[in-house]
């Protein structure tokens, strides 16, 4: 007689996917009795994707209530007397089911609850990544306490009996539930394993498991509910031990995410709370702990000497929203825009924000209409130019770049990539350095400024960011800080980048990344000008923050920051201005000529004898 099975394939958002889920359970040489497909409110075109196989399964569409609730709602729609389950990135091999009919038949006189298999992990590229061989047989009640068992949940046909008497998946976990519920069928169901590789498992951006740090944090509910279950059979010690090898699971995560003080934090706690808890996993726990006191360039190749490779972990899907300025600057926007597209990482979307231009600026953009977002509006000024696209972005971070500029193709990479390794919630600004080039794009020097955790006060001294091409910022951190300030016409970037230095953390990628064009059209050339607006700049930003300042502070970041201009106007020959901005901070702190080994001092004295002479001393 035979077994009727119920395949349930729960699915969000994953067309291109479940064509292949479905194809490996219709070529099951052991045909399923029905295949139930639960679509947890898909954005996509799920629905388009599934016409073909109408006739073949049960279609199932309600809002998205979470991958527990849509595995239930297609439990509860199922006939059969085994459950087989399939998330719709995965897929089996032709006899997966076949060989788990013929286990079941075996042992089928015994109280069996599930049935696994191997799991062969697949990455995006089709290679083989590793198999999950966990092998169980019996009563694994205890066993499973500490660890996870189950190859993974496409892998698992469980018995109707078992889930009639257990109940379904606990919807109110957001994580882990699986493991929950192979727990609960362990507590009175007995586990077996078809030892073959039949399951594949998809490892991709998308799955949840990548983010092991929300997984990590998450799986601690699913620990508690267990325990809570389960608190009259588990001595106290069982319980103490049972957190530490759960959370201990994901410590080769944090090793191979670069986390390495995090590593070494986790380790010592749960050594400390159960000694013996890295007997229960390999030995390279340890190994990995000694490793993570080195640096990861150096890391990686001590890594390599134990005979594996070490990559960068696949970054969560972060979205990175571009936002380009432009006004009067179609010669130069077109590099911008194109240096935006060609992106390793792919912006989720670049907005160009048009500020009244009157050259052939909407002309150019209409040509790039199906890549970008154009907004057009009134001019404004550049910082109401970036609110503009601030306001309309709506991705995870805001990468700035202007239109004249343009930066490296790995830029938002290195620096999500950075950011990954901080892994750390009070970063706002990630920077890297920036090459200046001329019109010709020949460099004519570079700006280096390292910055590392909350430098509030630096800032106030000296603008410490390198450009504003060069910095990608987390877009909460506008929620919490404001936008630019409108009314500043000068300086208006050193003015935000103080306000989210006294709230957050900027750290600095040392990597040449972004690329500053100077030019006579740009606004920075015009060093007269700038003078004169960023002391009305200055008065803002004292005037904001002078309750966290000293008299003394006052005068001194009032002197350095006027100083900045000095060099500007040296190299511009107005000689007669620089004397004059010199005596100006000279009043203001007297301290500020030990500055750059008193070359500021220097050139005050060469200003008098005129601009040939200093050209004729550097040219010397």
Known sequence: MDIKISVIIPTY??????????????????????????????????????????????????????????????????????????????????????????????????????????????????????????????????????????NQPSSVIITREALSKIGLFNEEL????????????????????????????????????????????????????????????????????????????????????????????????????????????????????????FPPQMTKTLYRLIGKDMPFPKLPEYKVSVIIPTYNQSKFLETAIKTALSQTYKPYEIIVVDDGSTDNTKKLCWKYKKKIKYIYQKNKGTSAARNTGINHATGDFIALLDSDDYWHPDKTLEQLKYYEIMANPNVGIIDCYIKIVDINGDKLYNKNKVKKGFVFKKMLYQNIINSVNSVLIKKDVFDKVGLFDESIKGQEDWEMWVRIAKEFEIHTLKKELAIYLKHDAGYSSNCSLMVKQNKETISKVINKHKNELTPGEIKKITANQKAYYLPFLLKSGKLKEYRVLFIECFREYPGFIFRNKFTWTLHYFMSFFGVGFIKKVYKT
């Open 13 to 150: 958002n994953t067309a291109e996917l479940i064509k292949k889920a479905l194809d490996s359970v219709l070529k099951q040489t052991y045909k399923p009795y029905e295949i139930i497909v639960v679509d947890d409110g898909s954005t996509d075109n799920t629905k388009h994707a599934l016409r073909k196989y109408y006739k073949k399964i049960k279609y199932y569409y309600w809002k998205n209530h979470g991958l527990s609730a849509a595995r239930n709602k297609g439990i509860k729609k199922s006939k059969g007397e085994l459950i087989a389950l399939l998330d719709s990135d995965d897929y089996w091999h032709p006899d997966k089911l076949k060989e788990q009919v013929k286990l079941y038949r075996k042992v089928k006189h015994k109280k069996v609850g599930l049935i696994d298999t191997y799991t062969t992990i697949i990455d995006e590229n089709n290679n083989i990544e590793r198999v999950l061989a966990r092998k169980k047989s019996g009563d694994v009640f205890k066993k499973l306490l500490f660890r996870n068992l189950i």
């Open 174 to 293: 957001p994580a882990v539930e699986d493991w929950e519920m192979w727990v609960r069928i362990a507590s009175q169901f007995l586990v077996y394993t078809v030892p073959k590789n039949l399951t594949y498992y998809y490892k991709h951006s998308g799955n949840m498991s990548n983010n092991f740090v929300r997984m990590h944090r998450l799986s601690q509910m699913a620990v508690n509910s267990v325990i809570d279950k389960f608190r009259n059979l588990i001595k106290p010690r069982t319980i103490r031990n049972m957190r530490v090898c759960q959370s201990a699971y994901y410590l080769p995560f944090y090793f191979k995410g670069y986390r390495f003080r995090r590593y070494r934090q986790l380790f010592d706690m749960f050594f400390m709370s159960y000694p013996f808890f890295f007997m229960k996993f390999p030995p390279t726990l340890i190994i990995y702990y000694y490793l993570s006191f």
